[in-house]
C-alpha cells in the first residue's frame, strides 16, 4: 500500500509539468510553454499554475528569468524506496546517480530536556548535540534533517557532517539496526526552510529514534523529506 496524503491542485499540476517534461525530452535550461500555453495545454486556471510553478522554482527545478520565461534548472528525481529500507539520504540520492551536498550546516549543543532523556535514554540535563543540515539532490532540495545525538557518541566520531549519520556511527563501531518513526505530512514555508527561496513545499515528516544492534537509542530525528523528490512505499501485512 502506498503511503499518500490527498493531493491538491499545485501537486497535481505539477505533475502533469513533469510528465510533459519528460514527454518532450526537455532538459536543462530548456523553456517550458508559456503561461498561457500550459494552461490551454494542462485545462487549469492562471492561478492553480502560478502557485505551482512558483513552487517548483523553490523546490529548485524551474527557474525564472524576468523578460525571458521559465527554465528548467533540474530534472524532477524521484527517489523511491520503502519505509522499511533502512537507508541514509545520502545513499538514496547516489542511488539514482545524483550528487548529494550538504548546506546550512549548523552544530550546538544542547542539553537534554525530559522528552529527550526518554528517548535517547538519557538523564534530563545530559549533553547532547544538535545537528541540522539541509540535504540536496544536485540542485534540489531532498530533505531538512534535524539529528539530535548524545555528545559523548559525536565527540567519539570526530565527525565529518557531509557524510551520513549512518557512516558517523559505524566509525565508532556502532550498526544501526532499526528505528522506531512516526509520520505526517507537513507543509514548509519559506520561513521554516529559507531555501525555498518563495511559496511553499509539501514535506514528509519522520519523527524518529533510531537503535543499535543492543537495542541501545542513539539518534533522534526530525527529518522532512521533499515530495517532489522522495517517493515511500509501505507495505502492510495483515496479522
Not at 545513499?91 to 532523556?117: H, N
Request: glycine share 6%; charged share 25%.
Amino acid at each position: 500500500m502506498r503511503l499518500s496524503v490527498e493531493r491538491s491542485m499545485s501537486e497535481k499540476i505539477q505533475e502533469s509539468l513533469l510528465t510533459m517534461i519528460r514527454e518532450k525530452a526537455l532538459k536543462p535550461g530548456d523553456q517550458i510553454p508559456t503561461e498561457i500555453e500550459l494552461c490551454e495545454q494542462l485545462g487549469v486556471g492562471r492561478s492553480s499554475l502560478r502557485e505551482a510553478v512558483a513552487q517548483m522554482i523553490s523546490h529548485g527545478l524551474l527557474l525564472r528569468i524576468q523578460g525571458r520565461g521559465t527554465f528548467i534548472r533540474q530534472i524532477a528525481l524521484k527517489l523511491e524506496g520503502g519505509l522499511d529500507d533502512l537507508m541514509s539520504v545520502t545513499d538514496m540520492i547516489k542511488s539514482v546517480g545524483a550528487i548529494p551536498s550538504t548546506s546550512r550546516l549548523q552544530i550546538k549543543p544542547i542539553a537534554a530536556s525530559e522528552s529527550l532523556a526518554q528517548k535517547l535514554a538519557l538523564q534530563v540535563g545530559d549533553p547532547c548535540v544538535r545537528i541540522e543540515r539541509v540535504r540536496w539532490a544536485d540542485d534540489a532540495i531532498a530533505a531538512y534533517c534535524i539529528d539530535i545525538v548524545p555528545k559523548a557518541l559525536y565527540d567519539a566520531a570526530n565527525s565529518d557532517l557531509g557524510e551520513s549519520l549512518f557512516a558517523m556511527f559505524e566509525r565508532t563501531g556502532l550498526r544501526l539496526s532499526h528505528t522506531h518513526s512516526s509520520i505526517q505530512p507537513t507543509i514548509l514555508t519559506s520561513r521554516d526552510l529559507p531555501e525555498l527561496r518563495e511559496g511553499v513545499g509539501l514535506f514528509l515528516l519522520l519523527d524518529e529514534v533510531d537503535f543499535d544492534d543492543t537495542g541501545k537509542p542513539i539518534c533522534y530525528s526530525n527529518d522532512y523529506y521533499n515530495t517532489s523528490i522522495f517517493k515511500f512505499d509501505l507495505v502492510r501485512k495483515r496479522r
